[in-house]
Structure formats: C-alpha cells, structure tokens
C-alpha cells in the first residue's frame, strides 16, 4: 500500500525536522546555527502548506506564511544582523562534548515517541504520526539550551524549541486557532526584540556574551 | 461591555502615551492618574457583574464571573497603589542618579503593559490568549528587572527570561493538548478553545490527555506562581529590579500565573472526575511551604527575604485550591487578597527604608523607627500581618486553611505548622533587628509614599475582623466556581 503523496510529503518534511534538530544539537558554529533555524522555519512552512493543501484548511495557508515571513525571514534577519553588530562569530563552546551530546539526544527521542504515543493515536489527523518528531525536536531544543555556554546559541535553541511546539500544533490538531497563532507569533517576535537588547546589555555590562557570568546569583551555603 | 473595554484600554492607551512622554517630570502623575482610571473602571465592572451576574462579550472573547471580576479588581487596585508610591520612589531613584529619563521612559510605559497584559489574562475567555497574555507579562517585565543594569540586575533579568520563558513554552504545550481534546468534541476552530464552551462539555473531554496536558500546564504556569522546585527566577527578580517592580510581581503577577492553573484545574477536574489535578498541585504548594521557609532564615537581602515568603503563601493557596472544596477555595482567594495587600504594603515599605539607608542587606539596616516611625511601622505591622498574627486578615485565611487540612489532609497540617513556624521564626527576628536599634537611616528628599502602606494594612486588618457580607457572598460564588 502506498501512501498519497501529500503523506509522503508531510513524512518526509517530519524527518528532515528531526535531521535539523540533530544538526543544530551538533553544530558549533553559530551562523550555521541560524542557518539550520532558518532551514528549520523553512521546513515547517512547507510542511503547513501541504497539510493545508491535502486537508482543506485554509487557515492554515495563512499560517505556513506566517511562519515563512516570521521563521525564515524576519527572525533570522534579526540574529544576523545582531551577531554582525556585536561581532560574534566564534565557536560555539558546549558544556558536554558533541557526541556524548548526540547520545543523550538519541534517548530523548526514545522518550519521546513514548511519550506521543497515547496522545497520537488520539489525533485525527493526517499528520499524527509526526508528533513523535515534533516532541523530540522540542526536547533536543531543550537539550540544545542546557548544553551551550552563550547566550545567542541559547536563545536559538529557545526559538527551536517554538518551531517544535508550533509543529506539534500542526500535527495534532491542524493547528490553533487563528488569533491565538497570531499572538503567539507577536510574542516570539517581541521576545526576540528583548533578547536583541539583552545581548548588548550583557556584553556591555560584562564585556562577554559567555552566560557563566550569569551564575553569581546562588544561595549562599 | 464598554466597562470591559475600558478596563482593558485604559492602561493600554497609558502605556503608549507614556511611551511618548514617560521620561517628563510629570509622567509619575499621569501614570498614577491613569492607574486610578483603571480602578475606576474595573470598580464599574465590578459592580456590574455584582448586580447582573456572570457575562461573556464580544463573541465570548472575554468572560466574566465572581472569580475574574475579583482578581480583576485586586489587580486594579493594587496597580494604583503601587503607582502611588512609585510616583515618590522612581523620583528619589532619579534624583539619585540611579536612572536616566529614557529608562524612566521605559519603566512607566512597560508598567502600563504589564497592567494591561495581566488584565487581559484574567479577562479573556480564550485559554491560547491566556497564555499569550502570560507571556507578553514575562516580556514587559523583563527588562524593568534590569532596568538599573547592574551585573546582578541583567543576571536575575536573564535568568527570569529563559527560565519563564521555558516554563510558559510548556504551558504551550499543554493549550495545545487541551485543544486537541477539545476539538474532538467541540470541532475544530476559534470556540474550541473558549473557556466557557470546554465548561460545558467538560466531562465529554478525553481524560487521559488532559491528564498529560494538566502536568504541563501546571508546571508551565507553575514556573510563574514560583512553585519550588521552578522558584529559581524568583527571588533574583524580586531582589534586583525596581521595588515597585517586586511589589507588582509578588502581589498581582504570581495570583494571575495561580488564576490559570486554576482555570485549567477545573475543566481538568471536570473531565477526569478524579482528584490528580489536585493532588498534583497540593504536592507542589507542600513542597514550596517547607523549602521556602527553610530558606528564609538564610536571606541576607530584605528583598529576597519576602520573595521567599511570597513563594511560601503561593504555596500555601496552591495547596489550599488543591485541596478543593467550598472551605479550602474560599480560604485560599481569601488568602490571595490579604497576600497580595500586605505583601505589596511590605515591598512599599521596604522600598523606602532600603533608600533611606541606601542597602538592601538585612544586617545594615538598623533602627528604622528611630528616623521615620511610620517606615519602621509600616514595615513591623506588614511583618506581623504576613506571619499570620491576628487579627490580620492573613491569619483568618491561614486559619480556615488549616482546619480544612486537619479534616481532609490531616498528614499536611503538621507539616504546614512547622513551616509556618520556621517562617515566623526567621522573619520575626529579622525585621525586629531592622526595625528597632541604632539606626544608619537618612532623611529621604521626598516624604516617603506611606498612604498605600496603611491603606493596604487597613484593609487585611478589617479583613481579619469582619469579612462584608457582599464580599463573602463573592467569594463564596468563586470557591463553588472552583470546586
């Protein structure tokens, strides 16, 4: 039996998502970074078209160009242009090394898909099969986060981590509804604004992006 | 109808304006003058949903019951208060030098939107815009946490970014479960997420993924109530930014982050017809009691000291509405409106007293009372009403909280005690040290903002006396709301 093409599609868009999700885990280099996110937003907007196409659901055409204008345009924009003023291009310093990385991200991906199981067979969608993915890209995401030593790969990953949960809004539900969507986008725009200003702040005020400057506040034994 | 749109337009419109002209002399006065319009408005709605009940306006985009309303008023008020007395410290703060008129600018305008991000949360009957209004709070406070830019200040600021920011993304997540279960039933669309539509079909809801949905909402928002183990933000925020700052983040941000948890709790509650959600959230609140108490007698900075007692009251209202039942949910919005009056009264006058002795270390402020009684007051009586002494309204609602514990959870109740113990403990003799004694305290150029203080405790004290027969009738349509 095979699969319509839409399906086909839409499986093939799921993996590439995974595939970036790694490669953003492993990258050390920080345009590339950006790249990868942009790819990603690319990705996803695909993705959106052609669900809408195969379901009928015409906001979601609205979405996929929300996301190309926002994901793949404006964001990355933003970043460029931001690590050109601040003049940022150095390799990217990780807490643990790349492959132990790697390792650990293979098991969040097994919990995971054991985690989206229940809810998948649930969903009614076409696309129900990705929210394995779109769980694990959010959990690597994660992992991205934990993992980096500055802030702008750190940020990165806090905008990867969006790309997986708007994915999962897809594949579980054909996506929220339109003025929530909008206002999730405001948000992740305006937060990137914020982070924008933060990163001139930080390295104003401490003459680095390296966040291990931001562990002072503890508790004092 | 009009009232909700003034409600939420008022500090909408301050905040643009004050974008324009926040850094004038007089921006102090129209914030507060716009503050006061809002109270004005939310006391209109009030009385509105008083005499006629709950409403839904504008194709059921924003829903009104007894719950909402009184938060909504709560939020107002205090909102102006702390307008108040901001209007005397962000002056001392510039005559100072410690802000720029553009950072002045920044602060009025993003005050305003905070008010109106919180208002809207409350207001709206959409749960995905509850939490696009969550996270438009964390953004417009972000940067008034780092509003003086010292190291410590762009630290706590970044730490409550991602932190929050990582925290809502789950809530995210949840929304996205609770709409997957909801379209099942409702259909897909713009209703499936309404408030009131999920209300009516709750228990058709399919509960197992509520029940997943439930863990991340809860710990999502839960980051924002600063429930322990997700309280990291929390006192660095509370500590570095602007004092009105802390108030409005401790007395207004953490009950709305605790309004949709409960929101959320309740059609969770509805569909499962089990009590996990709310044994979940009465584990979170015992877990941040104990830890929070423990860490108070190791503050060294005043500041941080009463954020960690906001966590331990956080606590103790989650674990009251975890608790269910017209008693617990009663005592716990009890507990959320003398909380949020006496812990906005403290930040006030701590505020004062930290300018007036220029440190916010615990050991270096001395003898308040001997410069400025009514600051040094202000601080002891806030103090004592906080730690649940009667006759505050704080220990009435602590009391209730209590007693429902020793009949429903009677494993709890030694455990609250002690905690509250540990609290009075390490709060009590901190504060009596800063208060009486030698003093290092120096006149302020301005009289220091004292009215919001007294009001604030005026209130929590006829709290604790008399509770109006209307206010109880409200409260009491809230709790049956709850459950």
């Known amino acids: 039996m095979t699969l319509p093409l839409s399906h086909q599609i839409i499986n093939l868009m799921a993996c ?32 959106t078209a052609v669900v809408a196409l195969a379901t009928h659901q015409p906001h979601l055409y609205f979405s996929a160009g929300l996301t190309l204008g926002l994901k793949v345009v404006a964001l990355p924009w933003l970043l460029h ?27 969040v991906v097994i919990i995971a898909f054991n985690l989206a199981l229940p809810i998948s067979q649930l969903a009614g969608t076409i696309t129900r099969s990705s929210l394995g993915i779109a769980m ?26 969006e790309n997986g949960l708007f994915f999962a809004a897809t594949s579980a539900t054909y996506g929220m509804p339109m003025v929530v969507e909008l206002g999730i986008a405001l948000d992740v725009l305006v937060g990137t604004f914020i982070f924008g200003i933060f990163f001139f702040q930080i390295r104003e005020t401490f003459d680095s992006l390296d966040i291990h400057h931001l562990e002072k506040l503890k508790e004092k034994a | 109808m009009i009232e909700i749109a003034l409600v939420l337009g008022l500090p909408l419109t301050a905040a643009l304006l004050l974008a324009l002209w926040g850094n004038r002399p007089w921006a102090t006065d129209l914030n507060a003058s716009m503050s006061l319009l809002t109270l004005l408005a939310s006391a209109a709605l009030t009385a509105r949903i008083i005499s006629l009940g709950p409403m839904t306006a504008w194709r059921e985009l924003f829903f009104v019951d007894a719950f909402n309303v009184f938060l909504v008023a709560l939020t107002a008020f205090v909102g102006f208060t702390t307008a108040l007395f901001s209007r005397i ?39 995905g ?52 279960a909801a379209e099942k039933v409702l259909g897909a669309g713009g209703t499936a997420l309404l408030w009131t539509h999920l209300h009516a079909v709750q228990d058709q809801l399919e509960p197992n993924v509520l029940s997943i949905a439930f863990v991340f909402l809860l710990v999502g928002y839960g980051t924002k109530v600063g429930l322990v183990p997700l309280h990291n933000w929390l006192p660095d925020a509370h500590a570095e930014g602007p004092t009105p700052i802390s108030a409005v983040l401790s007395g207004l941000l953490l009950n709305v982050a605790l309004y949709a948890v409960v929101r959320n709790k309740v059609l969770v509650d509805g569909a499962l017809g089990s009590h996990l959600a709310g044994n979940l959230m009465m584990g979170f609140g015992l877990l941040s009691v104990v830890v ?11 500041k941080r000291l009463f954020a960690y007692s906001s966590i331990e009251h956080m606590g103790i209202i989650t674990f009251a509405f975890g608790m269910g039942g017209p008693v617990a949910s009663f005592a716990g919005l009890l507990h959320m409106t003398t ?40 601080l002891m009586l806030g103090s004592i009403a906080i730690l649940g002494i009667p006759p505050f309204g704080v220990f009435a609602s602590e009391f209730l909280i209590l007693t429902t514990a020793m009949q429903q959870q009677p494993w709890a109740t030694p455990l609250l005690l002690a905690a509250l113990g540990v609290a009075f403990a390490a709060i009590f003799s901190k504060v009596q040290a800063m208060v009486f004694g030698e003093t290092t305290a120096q006149r302020l150029p301005h009289p220091p903002a004292l009215l919001p203080v007294f009001v604030h405790l005026l209130f929590v004290l006829l709290l604790g006396l008399y509770i109006p027969p209307y206010l109880a009738q409200w409260y009491r349509a809230a709790a049956r709301m709850i459950g």
């Open chain 1, 16 to 47: 590439l998502l995974l595939l970036i999700a790694f490669a953003m885990v492993s990258q050390r280099r920080i345009l590339r970074l950006i790249y990868l996110f942009a790819l990603q937003g690319l990705v996803l907007s695909i993705n």
């Open chain 1, 81 to 107: 242009r931001l690590i050109d003023r601040l003049n940022i291009r150095w390799d990217i310093e990780t807490l643990l090394n790349i492959p132990t990385t790697m390792l650990v991200g293979i098991v």
């Open chain 1, 136 to 161: 694990a890209s959010v959990l690597l995401s994660f992992l991205m986060m934990i993992t980096r030593r500055k802030a702008v790969p750190q940020v990165i990953g806090f905008l990867a981590m």
């Open chain 2, 89 to 127: 410290y962000m002056r001392v703060e510039q005559e100072r030098g410690k802000l720029s008129a553009a950072r002045l600018r920044l602060y009025h305008s993003m005050y305003q939107t905070f008010t109106f991000t919180m208002l809207l949360a409350l207001l709206t009957n959409n749960v």
């Open chain 2, 129 to 180: 815009i509850l939490w696009v209004a969550m996270e438009a709070a964390t953004l417009a406070t972000v940067l008034l946490v780092s509003l003086y830019r010292t190291p410590a200040g762009i630290e706590a600021a970044w730490k409550y970014f991602i932190l929050c920011g990582v925290g809502i993304a789950q809530a995210l997540f949840g929304t996205i479960l609770l709409y997957l």
């Open chain 2, 292 to 302: 929070a108490a423990f860490f108070l007698s190791r503050q060294k900075d005043v």
């Open chain 2, 339 to 378: 909380h949020s009056l006496t812990k906005s009264a403290i930040f006030f006058a701590v505020g004062h007293a930290a300018q007036k002795t220029g440190t916010q270390v615990i050991d270096h402020i001395r003898g308040l009372i001997q410069t400025s009684p009514a600051v040094g007051w202000g």
